[in-house]
């Protein structure tokens, strides 16, 4: 299926129906969306193409906050100037969208995911998928709340309580493994076909090799580097491979599918998402991964006493598909684990391999010392995996949200996000 969804009246009425809660029997397609048997959820086809394409709701919104509060991007809003404002100075309106877009959207995957596993326990393939997606979300929840925790699960009730990070991160393990041992029972083909965001991950088996990649970045941003390095392992991670080499968020113009909302013409007259003047003059010289995700225009734009001339062109065009993951950030993952564990001798063959396919010359990592050697390799991240969302987590993980700059007088690094008001009892 080349295309996320088939029929997005279908998948939307998937989701209405989960928002309702409704009980349902599995295996049964609707006989017409016009006249849908509205007792029963979808095929699994019609769920996983549904969560597919819920995961890439609100991620724009994700994507420039994240930037934004790691100093890599500017999005200059001139309808609202919460992008240059709240973010830059807080308080977090804790009933905001720049918050609760994305904590709903993700709720909502979560959801899905657990209907799944409710209707289609049988089904191996749909269980292993589900539960890594669910893990996965809940990951980019933790990501945005850090120590204000998250819901593990969805609900309606108010009352249902947060857990705290460390406890977060135990169930997002868990359901990672839960996923990983179901993807390997599944055999050699899943009942449903994937998008072609995961045309290198479309077996169980290639798909156990995501579940894997997305645990090891669990497992680096609790430091359990040893660990890490045998979830890689299982991974797609490879030297030698291509860097691009992953899934993706994939967007259309097909019937009833979306364009990416991160796209913008470089050369228009007027643009919104600038990368920080930072990004610019802390890159090495000949860094493709500098040339290749940014475009200088002539005049600088300037809005709320920002200013940059930084083109953000990460997204190719309408259409242009959004990381995941990559087998570049694998390989550092890699040596960021390795560094961790004081192989930075191991760490080097990763670093220099992602210089390497930058245009950049090797750079010996193994003389560097411990502190060094994460400097390097915070610097390769923020080029590598510029506006995927990494860089404001990484520096809060190593506690150098302070060396961010900040470009006017009052403007603070928020650490978190708030919980949402509308999650919390009392308000």
Same mark, same amino acid.
């Given at each position: ?11 939307? =009425?998937?989701?209405? &129906?989960?928002?309702?809660?409704? *009980?349902?029997? /599995? ?6 969306? !016009?006249? %849908? ?100 979300? =809940?990951?980019?929840? &933790?990501?945005?709340?850090?120590? *204000?925790?998250? /819901? ?6 108010? !009352?249902? %309580? ?266």
């Amino acid at each position: 299926m080349n295309n996320i969804k088939r029929n997005v009246y279908i998948i939307l =009425l998937a989701f209405f &129906l989960v928002s309702l809660g409704l *009980n349902s029997c /599995k295996n049964l397609d609707f006989p017409s969306p !016009n006249d %849908p048997d509205i007792s029963n959820l979808p095929s699994i086809q019609w769920m996983v193409s549904g969560a597919e394409a819920e995961m890439r709701n609100e991620l724009e919104i994700y994507l420039r906050v994240v930037e934004t509060f790691g100093r890599n991007a500017y999005y200059f809003e001139t309808a609202d100037p919460r992008y240059t404002g709240e973010l830059l100075t807080g308080p977090i309106d804790a009933g905001g969208f720049l918050l609760n877009r994305h904590w709903n959207a993700r709720y909502r995957v979560i959801k899905n995911g657990s209907l799944i596993l409710e209707n289609y326990s049988d089904d191996k393939g749909a269980t292993g998928f589900a539960n890594t997606i669910i893990g996965y979300q =809940l990951l980019m929840l &933790l990501n945005f709340t850090d120590e *204000n925790g998250v /819901k593990i699960v969805f609900s309606r009730d108010i !009352n249902t %309580p947060f857990v705290n990070k460390t406890d977060a991160f135990k169930e997002i393990e868990r359901l990672l493994d839960a996923g990983f041992d179901d993807l390997n029972a599944a055999g050699d083909a899943f009942s449903f076909e994937l998008s072609s965001g995961f045309a290198d991950l479309s077996t169980p088996a290639e798909f156990a090799q995501f579940n894997r990649a997305i645990k090891a970045r669990v497992l680096v941003l609790q430091s359990k580097y040893a660990d890490a390095l045998t979830a890689l392992s299982g991974s797609f991670v490879d030297e030698a491979g291509d860097m691009n080499t992953g899934a993706y968020h994939v967007y259309s113009n097909g019937s009833g599918d979306q364009g990416n909302n991160m796209w913008e013409d470089p050369t228009a007259p007027t643009i919104k998402l600038y990368a920080h003047p930072s990004f610019k003059t802390e890159a090495e010289a000949g860094d493709t991964r500098f040339s290749s995700k940014v475009t200088e225009r002539a005049e600088a734009a300037s809005f709320n006493n920002l200013e940059s001339n930084l083109a953000v062109t990460t997204v190719s065009d309408a259409y242009g598909k959004v990381p995941i993951i990559r087998n570049e950030e694998l390989l550092l993952l890699r040596a960021e684990a390795n560094i961790g564990l004081g192989n930075n001798a191991a760490a080097a063959s990763d670093i220099n391999a992602v210089r390497a396919a930058a245009g950049l010359a090797a750079v010996d990592v193994a003389a560097m010392s411990a502190d060094d050697a994460l400097s390097q390799l915070l610097h390769e991240k923020r080029y590598s995996l510029f506006m995927e969302g990494q860089r404001w987590v990484d520096m809060r993980h190593y506690g150098k949200l302070d060396d961010l700059p900040k470009d006017r007088a009052g403007d603070i690094v928020i650490d978190k996000m708030p919980r949402p008001e509308t999650e919390v009892p009392g308000n």
